[in-house]
C-alpha cells in the first residue's frame, strides 16, 4: 500500500555508448519514467572526449564493470547501437543476418506498457 508520495525511488543508471544515446536518455526516456517514480541516469562510456561508437568488448567490458562498481545502489541496464557492433562482442556473430523482432515492455505483474 503506498501513495504517490510514499513510493520508494527507482534509479536505473543506463549505460550508454555515445552522446545521441546520452541524450535520448536525458530528454526523452528521464522526464517520462521520472513522473512515474523511476530515475534514469545515462553514464557514457569510454574516455572524455571520445566520440562514441561501440568499442571492441573488452575496452568497453571494463568500462562497464567500472561503472557497476561505483553505481551499487542502482540497477544498471545498457544502450548501444548494435549497427555496426565488433564481433568482439558476445552474440554477435550469431545473431548476424538474424531478424529482431523488439517484445514491449512488460511490469513485473506481465501487463504490458507503462501505464
Not at 530528454?27 to 513522473?35: K, N, T, Y
Request: charged fraction near 25%.
Amino acid at each position: 500500500m503506498s501513495s504517490a508520495g510514499s513510493q520508494s525511488m527507482n534509479r536505473i543508471v543506463v549505460i550508454v555508448e555515445g552522446k545521441t544515446e546520452f541524450e535520448f536518455v536525458n530528454s526523452v526516456l528521464a522526464p517520462e519514467l521520472g513522473a512515474r517514480g523511476v530515475y534514469l541516469s545515462p553514464r557514457l562510456i569510454g574516455k572524455p572526449g571520445h566520440k562514441g561508437g561501440i568499442r571492441p568488448y573488452d575496452s568497453a567490458k571494463k568500462d562497464i564493470l567500472a561503472c557497476l562498481k561505483r553505481e551499487r545502489s542502482a540497477f544498471c541496464t545498457t544502450m548501444f547501437d548494435y549497427c555496426g557492433m565488433p564481433e568482439s562482442w558476445p552474440g554477435v556473430r550469431e545473431a548476424k543476418g538474424k531478424r529482431f523482432c523488439l517484445a514491449p515492455f512488460r511490469r513485473r505483474s506481465g501487463q504490458a506498457g507503462l501505464s
